[in-house]
């Protein structure tokens, strides 16, 4: 049976580094499911510095959308996965549609937060037909100033929501808060 645990954060709160001691104390074989697309030097620098911080015998899988798709692949080979990070998911699928949220119809939104939405249930769905013990890791971005772009309230609300789905269907969920983890569930 399966085990799937959320951890949340706000941004260098220590939710990976949280995230990644969960993943080391089942000691065994895991995989590390990377969603972030590496597109600037900032990004790859973060990269760089999370592959640091990981066992160098964990496999890494680079899958930016329909994870849900590599699920049963990964579960053949590994008891626990780690995925890191849904935010980035979310923004891979958002930019993915090519729309220009400042501008666009409440029509599209809805439309884009949808395909999201029935990722986020597909993949549920494939970890729950395993028994794999999944740790996955987003950020609470609810919980700062409201943004000052469209493109930016769009963007938190959609994360908030989402961050919802999964906190309800997770068995576990932990906010970390200035490097401490918070059990908030389960």
């Known amino acids: 049976m399966s085990r ?3 951890v949340t954060g706000g941004a260098r709160s220590g939710k990976s580094s949280h995230a990644e001691g969960l993943c080391r104390a089942q000691n065994n074989s895991t995989a590390y499911i990377a969603t972030s697309i590496p597109f600037d ?3 790859k620098d973060r990269v760089k510095k999370h ?3 990981r066992p160098s015998e964990w496999t890494t899988y680079e ?3 329909d994870i ?3 699920i049963p692949k990964i579960a053949k080979g590994h008891q626990t996965v780690i995925l890191d990070c849904v935010t980035l998911l979310v923004n891979n699928i958002m930019f993915k549609e090519n729309i220009d949220f400042e501008t666009c119809d409440y029509a599209a939104i809805d439309g884009v937060e949808a395909r999201i939405k029935e990722q986020v249930s597909l993949l549920m769905e494939a970890i729950r037909k395993t028994d794999l013990y999944f740790v996955m890791v987003t950020n609470e971005i609810g919980m700062s100033v409201i943004g000052a772009t469209r493109l930016s309230r769009v963007y938190t609300d959609i994360i908030g ?3 919802q789905q999964i906190a309800k269907m997770s068995d576990e969920v932990y906010l970390v808060v200035s490097g401490i983890p ?3 569930r389960g």
């Open 4 to 6: 799937i645990i959320l």
């Open 41 to 43: 030097d900032d990004m």
């Open 51 to 53: 592959r640091a911080m």
């Open 63 to 65: 899958v930016y959308e």
């Open 68 to 70: 849900y798709k590599e």
């Open 161 to 163: 929501r989402i961050n």
């Open 182 to 184: 918070v059990k908030i």
